[in-house]
């Protein structure tokens, strides 16, 4: 019995160990993290103070774009913080989420199907800056329906210890 004792204490030392370990990975990305959610927020002000000056409205929307494109990091940054922080993700939500995503499904698909038609076209294929505009809003619906689709079939928790 004096050896199940010292098992049973090796077993939460290690225990212990894996959980310090696990804690100090989670900060050493938290903090990346959050320097990340800064950033993008300076860069969001710098592109509000930018458009205020510009009086080209295809510039103005770019940068909209862009400043869109950096609230979208400090989403993704919030998100990934706060489900290494312990929050849950998607637990009680995931069964709505999955029965609504047809219809989001379906309308990406067709934002996909709509930028090929787009990018077919002669003034979009011959145009750099307009071509490389459209490919980007084909790819972010991609990305968006991948991302859908993650959301539905995927776990959202360390599979591996």
Same mark, same amino acid.
């Given at each position: ?18 959980? $310090? ?18 950033? !993008? ?6 592109? !509000? ?25 400090? &989403? ?19 069964? !709505?989420?999955? &029965? ?9 698909? &067709? ?20 071509? $490389?505009?459209? &490919? ?26």
């Amino acid at each position: 019995m004096a050896h199940l004792g010292a098992w049973n204490d090796l077993v939460c030392a290690m225990s212990e160990i894996n959980n $310090e370990r696990a804690d100090k990975e989670k900060t050493e990305v938290i903090d990346p993290l959050r320097l990340q959610i800064a950033s !993008e927020g300076q860069l969001v002000r710098m592109y !509000e103070e930018s458009a205020r000056g510009i009086k080209s409205s295809p510039v103005m929307h770019l940068l909209h774009t862009m400043r869109l494109d950096s609230r979208k990091h400090i &989403e993704v940054c919030q998100a990934v913080t706060e489900t290494l922080e312990g929050q849950q993700f998607l637990a009680p939500e995931k069964r !709505e989420l999955v &029965e609504g995503l047809e219809r989001h499904l379906e309308l990406e698909k &067709e934002a996909i199907v709509r930028a090929n038609k787009i990018l077919d076209n002669s003034w979009i294929r011959e145009t750099p800056t307009l071509r $490389e505009l459209v &490919e980007k809003l084909r790819n972010d619906e991609i990305a968006h329906h991948k991302a859908l689709l993650d959301l539905s079939e995927r776990p959202f928790y360390r599979e591996h210890g």
